[in-house]
Structures are given as structure tokens and as C-alpha cells.
């Protein structure tokens, strides 16, 4: 065992850790006990899950419980961790909220102790319509003691509105709330459904944290958002059956790594004959692909999202999490290319599978909603697939031994898909290109420790709608980054140094011109110590942790950052 692994094991015997579950996957037998969300080595980390860019028109927000004025300053923050620190605040965007009448509907309210779901009926609002010029979800969350970070959903009709993870607690407990704009999902609001919630917890002697939860949606009265889409589908056992009249078909796919073992942190897996407490087949490339009965209908690359138990280290994140940590952004593929195929009435199979993930290993969870919109004049909307060129798939890691092992890893793909529908407006044709690549460097000593890890990962994508008018082109660059060490010293101090990046570029254009643009760029730093193989009142932790998001374009500029010392929030500043 690995002395990192090893110094790691007896904090958890010491504090009486045992690892976090995947609401989706009930423990079962004995648990590894290397893995100690409190106490985790870089090459352990607490389950929970990646996810995707956020699609147009859906934004979300973990926002503060107590909302401090611009420019206001917090106390002077302590010399190190005390029992209890700010609530869990991100500098993400609000979502935006219209004027006018609105209703409030309660959707779930729960305690979770451990891996039973809340299960209750869903009922449109009345007072409201049955169209909406928005409707915003939001959770508002609470919990004391001691606990790991957990996994969720919620589901309505089946349908996948939420996908998050949970901060972890103080002693003297925490509140948090996230919001997320879930317009786009009007059509199975319209009607009642079951509702299904879960985030799937322990409570015992040790684990003392009990997660209260209550969400809700609220309906705002209006004219109905231009491109909402008329259906919202789910798969049957993979199987779909589109409405003959569909022209515009997007999968969404909430991809998370979940469910115990290395897929949690499938970004530090090293191939199998490296000698690491992770080794996962190939490596740790990753790619989400959906296929269309049998045939690739779509690549992305996983956001490699960082819980709150992560890289070793809950100091890092006990107020600013990563980014997308508590609101799980699903991948979207545009499927309008197979329409003509889908449309023909029968079931076809819709499968999603994760590559570099090894033979018969589990570890992702992947739920498709399917958006569709229809052609109100056709009864039937025909059509073909033109163009179907997929690259050769890429996937090299090496490994090099020495005092200092490394693992360099290259892996990519690219993929175009083309294909036309005639509407009652004329034939269109849409055609995809999404190209994917990515390079890390993993490097540690015997022991692991250090461990390091300095990746990148690119996700292009561009849409091109030609027919009825000049071709509209929508072309996505999305960046990923991830630089961190963590190392053990003198005295048993462990520090994590981490700076991560989310960064999207996209640019619209008609007949050649630019409409419209915008520029994302979400960056995580944090830099914490503590003393491990001591109880937790003697782990004389210190942190620093700061988040800058920023996000400009046609359509205005939104800049806000904060920072943190020692869980006090001391900076908040917005820049436009």
C-alpha cells in the first residue's frame, strides 16, 4: 500500500471514515476502507459525478442563503478551521426572473438517511396556464455534523430535472440552495407525474449528517419561450419512439462517474501496468458516445468534475465548490441528422456507453431525456441520413518508470453526421461536427506522494441548419483544465494546491456573419493543509479557495469573484 494510501487509511481509522455512495447504487458487502471522503488521497476521491456544458437556454446557480452586499467585507478569518464556516456560495450567474404573476409549486420535501427515495405526485400549478415564460427550479438544502458528499436527482414523469451533489457539513451545520432555469422541460410540467427523488446517504453513530431537503418550482405566467421544445421524451429499456412529425431531435445525457471505485475520478487512472492505486484498462481517456441503432450518433468529452471530498482535501471546498459540483450539466447531442430514420413510427435503440472504461467495470451513470420539436403542419416529417464519417478514435497513454513516475496521455476523435428532413416549410438539412481531444501528464513518487495531475481537454462542436433561409451556423469550443499536487510533510501535513478551469466559447452566424457570441470562463484555485492521522479537532486546517466567473458578449457581461480564508468569505466583487 501506498504511503499516501496508508497515512490516508488511518486518519479514516481514527475518524471513523468509510467511503461515500452514488444515490443510484446501494452498498452492498464491505467497503475499501482507502478511501475516506474526510481524508482522501489525490488518487481517491469522493463519489459523486461529472456532467456537460449547460444548454442553451438553461441556467443555474448555487446561490447563497445569506446574500452579502457587493463590496461588503466578511471578519477578519481565523488563524485556522474552526466548527463551522459560510455557507456553500459559488459565483455563477442567478438566474434571471421575469416580471409579472407567478405560481410556486413544492415538488419534493425529504429527509435522506439513507439509500430509500422520496417517491410523491407531481400537480400543475393552478392560477398559472399551462404556458410559461420561465420556470425555475430550486433546492434549498441543509445538514449538521459529520458527513460525506452525496449524489442526487429528481425526477418528474421520469424525466431527469436535477442532477447535483451536496456540500459537506460543518459540526454547527450548513444551508445551501441551487437553482436551476427548467423551462424546457414545459411538457411534462403540463401534466401530473410521479416524482422520484434521491440522494442516497449513511447515517450511523459516525455519520451523523441527515440531508433535509425541499425543492420547488416556480411558474412565471406568459408568453412561452420561441424554442422550447413540444415533447420531452425518455427511454424505454434504451428503445425510443419519436412523434412521426419530429424535425429537431436533442438527446440530453447526464453523464456522471458514480457509484464506488476509480470512475469517480477516472482522471488520475493509469494503465494497467503502471504501478498506481487506480489502473483502468487504457487509461484514463474518456468519451461519451450515443448510438442510433447500433451506428455513432454523437461524441463528447465528460466534464471532470470535482466533488466535495476531493483531491484528498473537503478544506478546499466547505464554501466554494467546483465548478458544476452542485448543478450536473448534461451533454447535449443534436440527433436531427437521424430524424428521417426515427421517424418511421417504430421503437429504435438508443444505447449511451462510456469509452476507456474497462470490460464488465461499472461506474457511470448515463439517463437520456429526448427533446423534440414537431412540425405542427406534417403528419409525418421524412428524411435521410447523408453523411456518416467517423475518425479513427485515439488513445495513448505511456508510461515511463523512475523515481518519478508519469503517465502522458493523448486520446481524441472526430465525427460528422449530416442529414435532411422535409417539413412543411421546405427541406432542411443539419449537419453535426464535433471533434474531441485530450493531454494530461500524471506524475508521482513511490507512495504517492506527491501525486500530480495537469490536463486539458478540448470539446469542439458546430451546427450548421441549412434550408428555409441563409444556413445558421452555431459553433461551440469548449476548454477543460485541471492543474493540482498533493503532498505529504513534515508532521503529517497534507496540502492540496488545485486550479481548475470551465471555460466555452460559442459564436452564431447566418450566411457567413456573426448574430451573436458569448465567452465563458469559470476558474476554480484552492490551496489547503491540514494534519491527517489525528481526530478532527486536532487537524488545525488552513485554506485558501477563490472562483472567478466571468462571461461576456452580445448579449452583456457578467463578472463576479470571491474568495475565501480559512471557511470566512472575505472577498466578493462583481467586475462589469
Known amino acids: 500500500m501506498s504511503m499516501l494510501a496508508g497515512a490516508t487509511l488511518l486518519a479514516g481509522t481514527l475518524l471513523g471514515s468509510t467511503p461515500a455512495q452514488s444515490a443510484e447504487s446501494r452498498p452492498t458487502g464491505a467497503q475499501s476502507p482507502t478511501v475516506p471522503a474526510e481524508s ?106 459529520r458527513q460525506f458528499d452525496r449524489l442526487g436527482y429528481l425526477h418528474i414523469g421520469g424525466v431527469e430535472v436535477l442532477r447535483t451533489s451536496t456540500p459537506q ?103 494497467s501496468s503502471a504501478p498506481y492505486s487506480c489502473q483502468a484498462g487504457d487509461g484514463p481517456y474518456r468519451e461519451v458516445q450515443i448510438k442510433v441503432d447500433g451506428q455513432l450518433a ?73 427533446l423534440v420539436w414537431q412540425d405542427a403542419k406534417s403528419r409525418q416529417v421524412t428524411g435521410r441520413l447523408t453523411e456518416h464519417r467517423s475518425g479513427d478514435l485515439a488513445n495513448s497513454s505511456t508510461y515511463t518508470p523512475g523515481s518519478e513516475h508519469r503517465v502522458d496521455t493523448r486520446g481524441g476523435h472526430r465525427l460528422t453526421v449530416a442529414g435532411y428532413v422535409d417539413t412543411s416549410h421546405g427541406r432542411i438539412t443539419t449537419t453535426v461536427r464535433r471533434s474531441l481531444a485530450n493531454t494530461s501528464t500524471h506524475r508521482w513518487a513511490d507512495g504517492e506522494n506527491p501525486d ?40 503529517d501535513r497534507l496540502r492540496t494546491v488545485l486550479t481548475l478551469g470551465d471555460r466555452a466559447d460559442v459564436t452564431e452566424t447566418r450566411a457567413g456573419r456573426r448574430t451573436a457570441w458569448s465567452r465563458l470562463d469559470d476558474t476554480y484555485a484552492g490551496d489547503a493543509t491540514y494534519t491527517i492521522n489525528v481526530p478532527r479537532d486536532q487537524r488545525h486546517a488552513v485554506g485558501t479557495t477563490s472562483e472567478r466567473y466571468r462571461i461576456r458578449g452580445s448579449a452583456g457581461c457578467y463578472d463576479r469573484s470571491l474568495s475565501t480564508v480559512q471557511g470566512v468569505l472575505t472577498r466578493e466583487r462583481d467586475g462589469c
Open 452 to 491: 500530480a495531475l495537469k490536463a486539458a481537454w478540448t470539446d469542439d462542436e458546430s451546427v450548421t441548419v441549412d434550408g428555409r433561409g441563409p444556413a445558421r451556423t452555431t459553433r461551440t469550443h469548449r476548454t477543460y483544465t485541471m492543474d493540482g499536487i498533493t503532498t505529504i510533510g513534515t508532521g
Open 169 to 271: 457539513p460543518s459540526p454547527d451545520g450548513i444551508e445551501w440552495s441551487v437553482e436551476k432555469d427548467v423551462t424546457r422541460y414545459s411538457d411534462t410540467l403540463r401534466g401530473t407525474h410521479d416524482v422520484e427523488m434521491l440522494i442516497g446517504n449513511v447515517v450511523d453513530d459516525t455519520y451523523t449528517g441527515i440531508i433535509d431537503v425541499k425543492v420547488t418550482l416556480t411558474f412565471y405566467q406568459g408568453r412561452e419561450v420561441t424554442g422550447t421544445p413540444d415533447r420531452v421524451l425518455t427511454l424505454d429499456q434504451d428503445t425510443l419512439t419519436t412523434p412521426r412529425n419530429s424535425e429537431r431531435i436533442v438527446a440530453e445525457v447526464y453523464a456522471t462517474g458514480s457509484g464506488g471505485g476509480c470512475e469517480e475520478y477516472w482522471y488520475l487512472s493509469v494503465p
Open 298 to 370: 454523437g461524441i463528447a468529452a465528460p466534464f471532470p468534475t470535482v466533488w466535495t471530498g476531493g483531491w484528498s482535501n473537503p478544506f478546499l471546498w466547505y464554501v466554494v465548490p467546483g465548478p458544476r459540483a452542485f448543478d450536473v450539466k448534461p451533454i447535449e447531442y443534436d440527433l436531427t441528422p437521424f430524424a428521417g430514420i426515427l421517424n418511421d413510427g417504430r421503437p429504435h435503440r438508443v444505447e449511451v456507453g462510456v469509452v476507456g472504461v474497462p470490460e464488465g467495470q461499472s461506474g457511470w451513470s448515463t439517463p437520456v431525456n429526448i
Open 40 to 145: 482522501r488521497p489525490t488518487g481517491v476521491q469522493s463519489p459523486t459525478v461529472p456532467a456537460e456544458s449547460r444548454p442553451a437556454g438553461v441556467q443555474s446557480r448555487t446561490v447563497p442563503v445569506e446574500s452579502r452586499p457587493t463590496g461588503a467585507q466578511s471578519p477578519t478569518a481565523p488563524a485556522e478551521f474552526g466548527t463551522d464556516w459560510h455557507d456553500p456560495i459559488t459565483a455563477a450567474p442567478p438566474v434571471t426572473r421575469p416580471s409579472g404573476k407567478s405560481c410556486q409549486v413544492t415538488v419534493a420535501e425529504a429527509q435522506f438517511r439513507d439509500f430509500t427515495p422520496y417517491t410523491g405526485t407531481y400537480t400543475p400549478p393552478k392560477g398559472c396556464g399551462d404556458r410559461w415564460s420561465k420556470v425555475v427550479l430550486r433546492l434549498e438544502g441543509s445538514v449538521k455534523g
